[in-house]
């Protein structure tokens, strides 16, 4: 299981610390994704953390803004946003991928997702 939190409400160029908490089981042999989804769009890769700590992020997507990182002693993985603009409002969600060094964008190497959290920016 993974859940998420963080979300809420911030202005065009805030930030916010999401974060993705996991079981010790589960964080302890997992790669972890972040994915987003705006209304009416597909779901988005942000970015994933291997069980080795390496990360990777959707350059394309966001730009150098945000922040993957694993935080071992929380069994949780943050994603850290900066710069925010309304076009980043979504619902963000976590996934556990099925191995535990694959941290590309496929949804289909994702087994377990969290319920979302949504993260609102206004101008």
């Known amino acids: 299981e993974v859940v998420e939190s963080g979300g809420g409400l911030v202005q065009a160029g805030g930030s916010l610390r999401l974060s993705c908490a996991a079981s010790g089981r589960t964080f302890s042999n997992s790669a972890l994704g972040w994915f987003r989804q705006a209304p009416g769009k597909e779901r988005e890769f942000i970015g994933a953390s291997s069980l080795s700590g390496s990360s990777t992020s959707n350059v394309d997507s966001i730009k150098g803004r945000f922040i993957i990182s694993r935080d071992n002693a929380k069994n949780a993985v943050v994603l850290q946003m900066n710069s925010l603009t309304p076009e980043d409002t979504a619902v963000y969600y976590c996934?556990?991928?099925?191995?535990?060094?694959?941290?590309?964008?496929?949804?289909?190497?994702?087994?377990?997702w969290g319920q979302g959290t949504q993260v609102t920016v206004y101008s």
């Open positions: 996934a556990r991928s099925r191995s535990p060094y694959y941290i590309g964008g496929d949804t289909s190497e994702y087994d377990y």
